[in-house]
Structures are given as C-alpha cells and as structure tokens.
C-alpha cells in the first residue's frame, strides 16, 4: 500500500487527556494517522478518521513543529502543576516513518530538558527500543508499554496485517526490560491466542495489563462494533472469542502462570494509570 506523507504545522501538541486516560493529565501524538491501520482500531471511528478522505492506515500526516512546541507547553503545563503524559493515544509515535524523521526521538530530549512528572509510552514497534539511551535517563518517570494482543502470527495477520511481527516485539520489549527500564506487556486489545501466551510473557516485562474492546474503546465495545471485526472473528472460526467474557479465562491462565512471580497483573484502565511499578 502506498503511504502517503504530509508534513503539517501544529498550533499544539500537549493534548489534555480524556477517556480511558483520563488519569493522565496530558496526550502527545507527534503523527497523525497510523501505518499499521489494526482493522480493530477505535480511532478508525473518530473524527480525524471519519472526515479524511484516505483510508485509514494509508496516510501519516508529521507534526514537524511539534519539539518546538513541546518545549512551551511544557514550561506552560508544569506551571499549573503535575505533568502527566500518554505518548500515543490516537497513533503510534514510532511509525515507520520515525526511522528517517526522529520526531519523537526529538520529543524524548525535548522532555528530558522539561521533565514530565511521568511519562507513559505506548506502542507496537520495535523500533522502540532505539530510544533505550535516553529512556534510561528518565529514570522511574517512564514506562516502555508494548502492544502485544495475541501469540498467533496468523491471528496478527488476519487482524493487523501491517503491523510488526509477535516475535520482533516479544524480543524487543525484554531487551528494553533487561536494561531496568519499567516496562509493561499490554495484551489490548486481547485477540484469541494460544494456552502458551502467559508463559511467553512472563519473563518479558514488568507487568503485564489486558484489555478488549468492551473495556477498552471508549464506548463499550459500540464503536468496534461498527468496524465489522466480527466478520474476522467469524472467518476464523473463532467466534467464541468474539464477547465481553473472553478475556477473563486468558486473566485467569496469566495469573495461574503468574503465581509466585513479582510480574504485576493489571486489568484495563488501571494498566494505563501513572505512577505505579
């Protein structure tokens, strides 16, 4: 699929945070749009989605402004109080694209000068662990949180089929966790998976949060709903999946392989809040 870019100039880029992160005082996207276009995402069903024209998953629009204007509203935020930011809720910040650009790369060192009181990363790429130099300056403010919603390559496929293999973040996310950076293995939103993801898991992160799309959309699974993501389900075979209960019997199996581990075990939100180790 073609991509195509666009550099675009932003009046800002601290985002008071809302919703499922609404425990966060603030939402950083250095892009908009997203490459790896999850057929299950609910910001397919948002407005900078709905009103563009491009399919989403087909277009990435970069905040080229975006260190520039991190550093004032930095200074502004931290005026009024405690600064806590989730960097990203409506795009991945390591897109392919990040490899040439460094955009958030630029952004980390912008927010090592004027330092959040926590920052939350979020994504799916490996790309992430280039970045483990200045993670380690942060200190306990940050968290490396990697998406990892199922085991199964031709479950990933079906669901997203551009976005990066299970393998590649598996490996990534521990070797950013062997440096002692906080991390977290986010199973969101959970896909059907094998009886063997919580062993794979285990000993990959410091904790480990799941979420589904009833939990987790904003809207109790309503805008999934209108993604068509159960036709997937259906093709699969994998209907039983498909329901707001499914994720408590991968819950249980994550904590019967969890038992006498120091791995914590975090449940939507609370996997997203600031603070906790």
């Not at 975006?66 to 502004?76: C, G, R, S, Y």
């Not at 904003?218 to 036709?231: A, D, F, I, Q």
Request: charged share 25%; with cysteine; net charge positive.
């Amino acid at each position: 699929m073609h991509i195509q870019l666009k550099d675009i100039v932003s009046k800002s880029i601290l985002t008071p945070a809302k919703g499922a992160i609404d425990n966060f005082t603030h939402s950083l996207n250095p892009y908009m749009g997203c490459v790896f276009g999850c057929t299950y995402c609910y910001v397919r069903q948002l407005p900078l989605s709905l009103f563009r024209e491009q399919e989403w998953g087909s277009w990435i629009d970069i905040k080229s402004n975006a260190a520039e204007l991190l550093k004032k509203d930095m200074i502004k935020a931290k005026k009024k109080g405690p600064v806590t930011i989730f960097m990203s809720s409506s795009t991945d910040p390591y897109q392919p694209i990040e490899v040439k650009t460094e955009l958030t790369r630029s952004l980390l060192e912008v927010m090592l000068e004027e330092q959040p009181d926590f920052l939350h990363i979020q994504t799916r790429s490996p790309l992430v662990k280039r970045d483990i130099d200045l993670f380690k300056k942060f200190g306990n403010k940050i968290r490396i949180s990697m998406t990892i919603e199922t085991d199964k390559e031709e479950v990933r496929k079906a669901f997203s089929p551009t976005a990066l293999p299970i393998a590649a973040r598996l490996a990534a996310l521990k070797e950013i966790t062997d440096t002692g950076i906080m991390t977290q293995a986010t199973i969101a939103s959970l896909l059907p998976c094998s009886r063997d993801f919580p062993k794979k898991l285990k000993h990959i992160a410091k904790r480990i949060t799941i979420d589904d799309f009833w939990m987790g959309d904003g809207s109790g699974g309503k805008r999934t709903g209108k993604l068509g993501v159960e036709k997937i389900y259906q093709q699969m075979g994998l209907e039983k999946w498909y329901n707001p209960t499914a994720y408590k019997v991968v819950l249980r199996m994550i904590q019967e392989e969890l038992q006498d581990s120091e791995v914590e075990l975090m449940v939507s939100k609370s996997g997203f809040s600031p603070y906790q180790k």
